[in-house]
């Protein structure tokens, strides 16, 4: 062997060296720390989940950390909504959202943030373990739909864990899995079969699964998503507006007597039909990036603002740097924050001008009732993007229209007020 070809091998030797490290580093799939799981199905405690996956189980302690979200919306503690917007008092008037309605923190806290809210009591059923818990699969398994009608009291003694590895995976195989049937049964009428769903999809799915709209079936108290006629706002108040299952309203307004929905949480609604979503960018992209430690690749557990890692949460994708991102975040929360409050503050004063009418001798009952239902439409607008967590951001042109819509049927809903009140109107 020459000198030439010894230094060519030498080189090469160290040029594989290098690369086959760098390789290890990037690795295109994330490592996980123990390849075959012993994990039993029905298994749902997260430390025994831990043993196995120390990296995804430490990022998802972390969701018992209690912080603002720098915007100044959202964040992961405890504050009442009606600080920010007192007209919500006036609007969820006469149900307990009027009571307590706070900013919702960690997945780790789900369990306990039930117990403890002022919207529960004696009555309360087991329909609202459905998305709190991972205990729902055998909860469904034993007893189908009926755990939902069975006291809440009775499924929280077995519910013991929140939110946690089993809502999401399948501890044999570890693949991403629907634990909400109500999820699964709303897709199947819109033809998507969720056991066949790809590995991009599941990445909101599995989110979609409780972050959504939905409703309890009147007598059974089945969890019920609104999705049969589309995820558009416009698409679900028709779907509403039929009564389905007998389904007519969540209360009724003492005020304006007007029979009303409260909306939930629509999280997917709004992101499915965004840029982002629409581009193919999952939930996860954004709530769950890719983090390092030890040279190891996972996914981060701590699901929360992404903000407080803006580098891994959005630079992936975007190169703009993390202020300029940050400021159009805030940016688009400003925005929708201003017309969110104006329309509620519009909303608030239609069912007083509801309520003065109907206080008139000889008020115009046909009037009167298209009022009504004009203040119901508003709100179930209104609602959709406050109920929704984002303040936004999931899809801004969506929610900037839709608190256009809230805010002009409020001012349709006072001006049949005043017409039903017999006072004239130009
Ligand atoms: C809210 C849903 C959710 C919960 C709860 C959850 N995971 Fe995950 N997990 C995911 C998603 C989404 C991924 C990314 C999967 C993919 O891209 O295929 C993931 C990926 C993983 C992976 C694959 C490697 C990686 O990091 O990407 C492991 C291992 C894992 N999770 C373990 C756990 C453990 C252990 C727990 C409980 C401590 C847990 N997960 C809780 C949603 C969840
Ligand atoms: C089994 C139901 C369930 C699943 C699955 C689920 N979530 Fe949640 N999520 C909740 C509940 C309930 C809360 C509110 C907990 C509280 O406030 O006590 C919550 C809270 C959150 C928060 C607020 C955290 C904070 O710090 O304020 C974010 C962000 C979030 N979820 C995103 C996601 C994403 C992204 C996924 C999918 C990867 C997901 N969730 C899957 C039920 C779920
Ligand atoms: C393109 C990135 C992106 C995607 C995709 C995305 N989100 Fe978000 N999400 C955000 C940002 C940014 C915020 C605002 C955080 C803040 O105000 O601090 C947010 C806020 C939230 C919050 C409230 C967090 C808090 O601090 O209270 C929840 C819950 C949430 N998202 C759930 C979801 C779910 C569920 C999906 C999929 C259906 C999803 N997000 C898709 C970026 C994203
Ligand atoms: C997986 C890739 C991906 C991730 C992660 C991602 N984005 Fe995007 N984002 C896109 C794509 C694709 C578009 C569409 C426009 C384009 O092609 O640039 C977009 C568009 C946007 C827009 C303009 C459109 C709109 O809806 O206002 C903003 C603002 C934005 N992203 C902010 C963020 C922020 C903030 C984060 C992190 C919380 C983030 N993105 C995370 C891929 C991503």
């Known amino acids: 062997m020459s000198k030439r070809q010894k ?12 690369f086959g490290f760098v390789i290890m580093r990037i690795g295109v799939k994330p490592v996980n720390t123990v390849t075959a799981s ?12 831990g043993q196995y996956y120390p990296l995804q189980y430490a990022s998802f302690k972390m969701t018992r950390e209690e912080s603002p979200s720098p915007t100044g919306y959202g964040g992961s503690i405890i504050v009442q909504k009606s600080e920010m917007q007192p007209e919500i008092l006036t609007l969820f008037k006469g149900m307990p959202f009027s009571k307590d309605y ?29 998305c709190k818990t991972p205990y729902v699969e055998q909860a469904y398994r034993e007893m189908g739909w009926g755990y939902a009608n069975k006291p809440l009291a009775e499924m929280m003694t ?5 939110v946690s590895c089993a809502s999401c995976h399948d501890p044999e195989t570890m693949n991403l ?4 049937p109500a999820f699964t049964e709303a897709q199947a009428r819109r033809g998507i079969d969720v056991t066949k ?8 799915f599995v989110c979609a699964q409780c972050h959504s709209e939905y409703y309890f079936e009147p007598g059974t108290m089945r969890v019920v998503f609104p999705w049969d006629k589309g995820l ?18 969540d209360w009724q307004h003492p005020d304006s007597k007007a029979p009303m929905l409260k909306a939930q949480h629509p999280d997917y609604e709004l992101f499915a039909t965004s840029t982002h979503g629409k581009a193919g960018v999952s939930c996860a992209d954004c709530h769950m990036p890719y983090v390092r430690k030890d040279g190891q690749k996972y996914s981060s557990h701590w699901v929360t603002s992404p903000l407080k890692n803006i580098e891994a949460s959005c630079s992936s994708c975007h190169t703009q740097g993390t202020v300029w991102l940050e400021e159009r975040v805030k940016t688009i929360q400003d925005q929708t924050f201003e017309l969110q409050h104006m329309a509620g503050q519009n909303i608030a004063k239609a069912h007083q001008a509801i309520l003065y009418a109907s206080n008139q001798p000889d008020v115009n009952q046909q009037e009167l009732a298209k009022a009504r239902e004009l203040v119901r439409q508003a709100q179930w607008y209104w609602d959709l993007l406050s109920a929704e967590n984002s303040m ?18 409020a001012h349709q809903a006072i001006q049949s007020a005043n017409l039903a009140a017999g006072i004239k109107m130009f």
């Open 7 to 18: 230094s060519l091998i030498a080189l090469l030797s160290v040029l594989l060296l290098f």
């Open 38 to 49: 012993k994990i039993p199905a029905g298994e749902y405690d997260p430390a025994v989940w």
């Open 102 to 130: 706070g900013e919702d923190r960690g997945h780790i806290y789900a369990l306990e943030d039930l117990r403890e809210s002022k919207r529960i009591g004696p009555a309360s059923k087991g329909a609202c373990i459905t």
């Open 158 to 162: 077995n519910a013991k864990h929140p």
């Open 177 to 180: 899995k629907i634990t909400n």
């Open 197 to 204: 769903a790809s590995r991009e999809e599941m990445r909101s």
């Open 232 to 249: 558009k706002p416009a698409d679900m108040y028709a779907y509403y507006s039929e009564k389905p299952n007998g389904f007519a309203q």
């Open 392 to 409: 936004g951001f999931h899809n801004p042109s969506q929610a900037l229209n839709t608190l256009g819509q809230a805010n002009e049927l």
